[in-house]
């Protein structure tokens, strides 16, 4: 009877550890960019944006913090990749 205490506590701690680990794995997908290249900035206009040009990344869309002007990097996006537009 003890064992299956024991492994009954065993599995609530490793069902636990599974919800932890996707709960971060949805705050990951959620703000899922990286900080932009140095010196890829947005003038602080709020909104995504196709990085057209050194330093950011050409074909990588982009999403403005409207606060601080600080851009970040959600990866490639075809359109921006198409004709630098977020919609061709
Ligand atoms: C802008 O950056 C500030 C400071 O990092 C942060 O607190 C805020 O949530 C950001 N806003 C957006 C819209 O990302």
Redesign the pocket.
Known sequence: MKFFTVATAALVVFAGMVAAEETEAAQVVKRACTTAPKGCVCNKV?GQFCGIASPCVVGHVY?C????G?A?DYGPRDSCKKCNKLVC
């Open positions: 709020q999403e913090n409207g606060s601080t600080a970040c």
